[in-house]
């Protein structure tokens, strides 16, 4: 996963906040809104079935529009989809994606 580690480092521009996100996104210091959003990535990507629409109003209540909710689960679903992909067929990473 080094080449999303990349990508959130070019996006945060802030090597500590990228080290404590890695070390657990739950303590890092992010936003009240950013942990809401990224607590119901985790359970939409590890228990999709225990979904329900507390989850949906929890994000409401974080100032998320309904907009924003249905771009937060395409995102999630996106990625889940696109790893299984790649993990199914035992993609490896490209050589040519350079390292940190």
Do not use: C
């Not at 890092?28 to 607590?39: I, Y």
């Not at 990535?41 to 989850?55: F, G, I, N, R, S």
Request: charged share 25%; aromatic share 8%.
């Amino acid at each position: 996963m080094t080449h999303h580690r990349r990508g959130l480092r070019r996006l945060l521009r802030d090597d500590a906040l990228l080290t404590r996100i890695e070390a657990d996104w739950r303590t890092a210091g992010l936003s009240e809104q950013r942990l809401a959003m990224l607590t119901y990535a985790v359970k939409l990507t590890l228990h999709p079935a225990d979904m329900v629409e507390t989850d949906v109003e929890n994000l409401r209540n974080h100032g998320f529009s309904d907009v924003d909710i249905l771009h937060i689960v395409e995102v999630t679903g996106y990625y889940a989809y696109v790893n299984r992909i790649a993990d199914g067929l035992g993609v490896s990473l490209e050589t040519w994606i350079p390292g940190d």
